[in-house]
């Protein structure tokens, strides 16, 4: 069994990274080959609209034609048995990056139909881990839940199967003394780094176990 993750992070030892390599030792755990891949480190830009994909007989139908580093990318992941995405919430969604991967992954797949219908070749497990800096009372009244809801059913729908993680309220600096941030308490933060992220790493642990379980296609 293969598992892919993608850290839409440009920090590739923090939080989102964290809970992606936790994922990722949940996969393995159960016997899955993992890699895990920095956005940050290709080269790409978002979907171009050039609708080669969607091209009646074309020879790229459901398939993305730009070539670039999600070219193999791409290959691999039709090779996966499991996918996880990770991202911090920038400005109230995914990182610009994480989001340009999206649209790539996502929109080669999807047809233009009712109802849509899905081109990826087989049916896999997808996972998403989304890491902020609110807490979960500030999530639910921002409407993020409902906006990143999105994502899950759109995964689900494309890939046949979605679950979705969130980690709150995360340490965000490596000294908030340095930092103009009167918005947090350093202390407060360094607390909850100490006792609930080692849960939220168990959660991922756990959400890997559950992606490497048995074959849904
Ligand atoms: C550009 C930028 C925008 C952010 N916007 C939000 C936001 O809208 N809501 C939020 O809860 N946290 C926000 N944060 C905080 C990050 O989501 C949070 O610190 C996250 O855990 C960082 O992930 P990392 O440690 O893996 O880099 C923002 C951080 C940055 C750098």
């Not at 978002?46 to 990318?73: H, N, P, Q």
């Not at 219908?117 to 049916?123: A, D, G, I, R």
Request: charged share 25%; net charge neutral.
């Amino acid at each position: 069994m293969k598992v892919m993750a993608f850290n839409g992070s440009p920090r590739k030892k923090w939080n989102t990274a964290t809970l992606l390599e936790k994922a990722l030792e949940g996969t393995s755990s159960q016997g899955a080959e993992t890699n895990l891949i920095h956005l940050y480190d290709l080269n790409y830009k978002g979907c171009i609209s050039c609708f080669a994909c969607k091209t009646k007989g074309g020879e790229s139908y459901g398939r993305c034609a730009v070539k670039d580093d999600l070219a193999t990318v791409f290959k691999h992941i039709e090779e996966a048995d499991a996918i996880i995405l990770g991202s911090p919430i920038y400005l109230g969604t995914v990182s610009g990056e994480m989001r340009s991967f999206m649209e790539r992954l996502m929109f080669q797949y999807m047809t233009y139909t009712d109802p849509p219908q899905s081109l990826f070749p087989k049916k896999i497990h997808t996972g998403f881990i989304y890491t902020m800096g609110a807490p979960e009372d500030q999530m639910k009244e921002r409407g993020y839940a409902q906006h990143l809801g999105i994502n899950e059913m759109l995964l689900q729908m494309i890939f046949g199967s979605s679950e979705s993680l969130f980690c709150f309220d995360t340490y965000q600096f490596k000294d908030y003394s340095k930092v103009v941030a009167s918005l947090f308490d350093p202390e407060k933060k360094a607390k909850r780094r100490k006792e609930i992220f080692p849960m939220d790493c168990e959660k991922a642990f756990e959400m890997g176990v559950r992606l490497a379980g048995k074959d849904i296609g």
